[in-house]
């Protein structure tokens, strides 16, 4: 667990300062129409996440009429997980804990950045609670800093973040 909470923070760590900007312009004019899975699969830089979702088995689910409130990391973030980590995950022996690790991402509701308040947590479908931080540096969900905000789905909302986030352990 240490080895790949290691990578999942290293993923969370890479710099996408320029992508946040991109990401806007990219996301925003036709992403309404779409369920979750279809806007992140039109994203080339949330393509790891959408491969994680389809090893996972959680198509479906966050295709489903929600709704949902997702926490995306980008493939940077995924990219700076410790070498291995990623593709140790995403073997089917190891799908319960990718999907410990999904679903850690993911909110039941549609949580917009006006409704956050710094200190508040809140109850992933995994079962562990993420903490909001709110300062002058943006926000953060547990250690990822969120790099473009209220992106919406027809089936929720999709707060994109530069780390990958580990539930803690049981």
Known sequence: MKTITSLLLAIVLVSVSGFAANAQGQMSSKS????????AASQDFLSTLVAAVKAGG???TLKGKGPFTVFAPTNEAFAALPAGTLESLLKPENKDQLVQILTYHV???KVMSTD???GMTAKTVQGGDVRI?????????????VIKADVNASNGVVH???KVILPPAK
């Open 107 to 109: 909110v039941s509701g």
């Open 160 to 162: 994109v973040i530069d």
């Open 133 to 145: 931080g709110i300062s002058k540096d943006g926000v953060k969900v547990n250690e990822a800093k």
């Open 58 to 60: 959680l198509v479906e």
């Open 116 to 118: 956050l308040k710094d």
């Open 32 to 39: 309404k129409a779409m369920d979750i899975v279809d806007l």
